[in-house]
């Protein structure tokens, strides 16, 4: 059963300021109980292959209060970084999910590369095998990569060690294209206990979001309401999601045509994560 939707990121016009005011506090404890709630930041792409378009019911939650910058390995236990803050005082962070796909991240990495722009690739470990030389293309385009899991599961009951199989066979995948990440990106933002144990026992940062303008719901959100999204909602430091795998991912590629151009024109400056 879908749940009901929860509140997304606190809306904020770019060029504000209360985001750079956030990213430089981090509420472990806080974060920790929000996580047991259940109010982790979540994305709406079910553990399907490539060109897979299954059904989408999740939803995103705004980040804790505070949560932001890189942590530590003893801060790994306590929350994913939900901003970036080593990028200017108006860098913001794109990051695209669920790849490598050989249709759509080609056409995405087309146009990172018309605006000289970088960008972070969390990719699914069993999409990287038929999709080698792809990965290398993506990385030697200065991207950074991350480990996305191996299958894209649903963690929430898994336990440390499985997590951890989750976390060593996208590793190893990735190993295979000369890959060897310090990042991961949770499935569905789902945040538990043993993640962050999984994170923490192979010295990965783990990178949440702080705008999501639900690409990966592709019966309901277009073009358009991509762009809206992202321009209504992104302000310095942010992290904004999207997705270049996991289904049709044509009105993501049509909406990063047109939000690029416009957030480097209104002053923000993107970066790798």
């Known amino acids: 059963m879908a749940e009901p939707p929860h509140d997304a990121p606190d809306e904020q016009s770019p060029g504000g300021a209360s985001h750079g005011k956030i990213s430089r506090r981090l509420f472990a404890a806080g974060a920790i109980t929000l996580l047991g709630m259940g109010l982790a930041p ?3 792409r079910a553990g ?7 059904s989408r019911s999740d939803t995103t939650d705004r980040p804790p209060d505070g949560v932001t910058g890189v942590p530590t390995p003893a801060q790994r236990l306590a929350a994913p970084q939900y901003y970036v803050d080593d990028a200017g005082p108006m860098g913001i962070a794109l990051t695209l999910d669920d790849g490598p796909h050989p249709v759509y991240t080609p056409q995405v990495l087309d146009i990172l590369q018309q605006y000289g722009i970088q960008a972070t690739f969390n990719m699914i470990g069993r999409q990287i095998g038929s999709n080698l030389s ?10 950074t990569i991350t480990n996305h899991t191996w299958d894209h599961a649903d963690m929430r009951s898994y336990s440390t060690a499985r997590v951890i199989s989750e976390i060593d066979r996208c590793n190893d995948a990735l190993s295979n294209a000369g890959q060897t990440p310090t990042i991961f990106r949770a499935p ?3 945040w ?4 962050f144990e999984g994170c923490a026992a192979r010295e990965l940062t783990p990178l949440g979001w702080s705008v999501d303008p639900q690409d990966w719901d592709t019966a309901h959100v277009h073009t358009w309401d991509i762009v809206n999204t992202v321009l209504r909602k992104t302000g310095p430091h942010d992290i904004i999601l999207e997705h270049d795998g996991g289904g049709d991912r044509s009105n993501t590629v049509a909406a990063l045509r047109i939000f690029i151009p416009a957030l480097l024109e209104r002053g923000f400056v993107f970066a790798a994560v």
Not at 48 to 53: E, F, P, S, V
Not at 134 to 143: I, K, Q, S, Y
Not at 192 to 195: D, E, H, S
Request: glycine letters at 18%; zero cysteines.
């Open 192 to 195: 538990t206990p043993a993640v």
């Open 42 to 44: 979540r994305e709406g």
């Open 134 to 143: 792809l990965v290398r293309e993506v990385a030697a385009a200065g991207h």
């Open 48 to 54: 399907a292959g490539a060109g897979d378009d299954a």
């Open 188 to 190: 569905y933002g789902y």
